[in-house]
Each structure stands twice: as C-alpha cells, then as structure tokens.
C-alpha cells in the first residue's frame, strides 16, 4: 500500500470514530433513553460535545474531497515527495482541527482547516500538472 493511501485509511477510521466521545456525552446528559430516542425536548450537550460534533461533520465534508483526491492520483500513478508530505500534512492538520475544535479555539481550528485544505490544493496541483 502506498503511502498515500495508508494515510487515507487512517483518517478515515479517526473520521469513523469521532462520533463516540460526543456520544457519550449524549448519553451521560440525556440518558440512554433520549440518546436512542427522539426526545421532544432534548438536554444540551456539553459546549465542547457540540463543537466536536460540528467537527465531525467538517471532518466528514472534507474526507470526500480528500479521498477522491487520493485515490485518483493513486489510479494516476501520481505519488512523489510533494503527495507524501501532503497527505501527512492533511492527517495532522485535521486531528489538530477537531482537537482544538472540540476545545474551542478560533484561530487554531482556522488554521488548521486552512493547513489541511491546502494540503489537499497540493495534491490537486500535482494531479493538474
């Protein structure tokens, strides 16, 4: 497997498991009877479960574009230095984008969203090139 693409199967299992601790969160707020059920008047989640899950769906969005991008560069036979890095680049980017995210830090998650963004630009050029 190239490095690329093990990258890719990597944030997507942290992308398929975001979903617990905001979860948890649910459940020990509403109990597990509202977490599986449709309350008509559901406690809040924590601010920070909230932020996550909102981080999570970002996450998602973004795996789409990733993944399209590296899986075509791989049927490309498009895999250099600049591929590499870039994909490490994303990985890091979004663990540290739903981290500071989760923990609420403006400028933090913003960079980092534009880090990994530009990760993926990077990919994309060497495919146009």
């Not at 948890?24 to 008509?40: E, F, H, K, W």
């Not at 913003?110 to 630009?121: D, E, N, S």
Request: hydrophobic letters at 60%; proline letters at 4%.
């Amino acid at each position: 497997m190239t490095t690329e693409l093990c990258y890719l199967v990597c944030i997507a299992v942290f992308t398929a498991i975001m979903w617990i601790p905001y979860i948890l969160n649910t459940i020990s707020v509403r109990g597990m009877q509202d977490a599986v059920g449709y309350p008509a008047d559901p406690k809040p989640l924590a601010a920070w479960a909230q932020r996550l899950k909102a981080a999570h769906y970002n996450a998602v969005e973004n795996l789409v574009v990733f993944a399209v991008l590296v899986l075509v560069a791989h049927l490309a036979g498009v895999s250099n230095d600049i591929t590499v890095m870039a994909v490490k680049v994303y990985v890091c980017a979004r663990i540290l984008h739903a981290i500071v995210y989760a923990a609420g830090i403006p400028w933090l998650r913003t960079i980092t969203f534009v880090v990994a963004w530009m990760a993926m630009l990077s990919i994309a050029w060497q495919l146009l090139s």
